[in-house]
């Protein structure tokens, strides 16, 4: 990817965040759970994108649910790549002894449950609250980028920078977050970006079933209002979730080549960075 295509993506993801930002700090999408409208009303200067079946604000549905995914993938994101970059760093310093054994039979037995189900089963026995629903999340999400990151420890540990560093007697904790976290700074944004994408489409599938949090709207939530409104010819409610939906994806994803892209270069140019 190019660097003015990173910057337009960057752009448009300050415009969901400024979004989000004004959903948070109460100055729009507060009425999105008023049922003050009419039924399936059009598009009018009242209701910007019209009503749903119970006469719901569409368009503030559709803000608030930004604010929802962004809740959802920042936190489920951030918590899970530090959780999986601290794991994948000791499994990989220590490979072949006890704290890597623990973690790779760990991560096989999250791997051989499919990710969407055990999500799902987490979220349903802690009870349909968000904080249980990213909670479920993150304990599924941490595997991937524990696995990169557990490879290119076995890789850094091999560098002259930490060799000279477990000789004058550094402790290993001190090792790991100052010599080889920091080198793993462009593949821990790759995957902080790709586990944000699965966070948000995790949530609308478990808002969709009715698993997900109750406390808010969400996308998942209005594209299953939507299916009864488009058997009836209306798709107010189905585009106002999908196309934001789609549009974040999209960003999340391209920004993650951005960064892949990017260390790869890097390495090719001039090796590990040095801490």
């Not at 995790?202 to 709207?217: M, R």
């Not at 209005?222 to 549009?247: D, H, Y």
Request: proline fraction near 3%; glycine fraction near 10%.
């Amino acid at each position: 990817m190019s660097r003015w295509a990173a910057q337009l993506c960057w752009s448009i993801l300050g415009t969901y965040v400024a979004i989000a930002v004004g959903v948070w700090c109460g100055l729009w999408g507060q009425n999105y759970d008023l049922a003050g409208g009419p039924k399936w009303g059009g598009i009018s200067s009242d209701y910007w994108l019209g009503t749903n079946l119970i006469g719901q604000d569409i368009f503030a549905r559709s803000l608030t649910s930004v604010a929802t995914a962004l809740q959802t993938g920042l936190m489920v994101g951030g918590l899970a790549t530090m959780a999986g970059a601290l794991a994948g760093a000791c499994a990989g310093y220590w490979r072949g002894r006890w704290p890597d054994r623990i973690l790779l039979w760990l991560m096989g037995v999250i791997d051989a449950i499919p990710f969407v189900l055990l999500a799902a089963a987490i979220a349903y026995a802690l009870g349909a609250q968000f904080i249980a629903v990213a909670l479920a999340m993150i304990l599924t999400l941490w595997v991937p980028v524990a696995r990169l990151v557990r490879a290119e420890t076995q890789k850094l540990r091999t560098m002259p920078y930490v060799e000279s560093a477990q000789i004058i007697g550094v402790s290993p904790v001190l090792i790991i977050l100052r010599h080889i976290l920091p080198n793993t700074w462009h593949l821990l944004m790759a995957q902080g970006l790709l586990v944000m994408v699965a966070a948000l489409k995790a949530e609308v599938v478990l808002s969709f079933l009715g698993i997900g949090s109750q406390a808010s709207v969400s996308w998942g939530v209005m594209i299953a209002e939507s299916t009864q409104e488009v058997a009836s010819g209306r798709f107010n409610n189905f585009l106002a979730a999908s196309i934001p939906l789609f549009g974040l994806v999209f960003v999340l994803g391209s920004l993650a080549d951005f960064f892949q892209s990017r260390r790869a270069g890097d390495s090719r140019a001039s090796g590990p960075m040095q801490a």
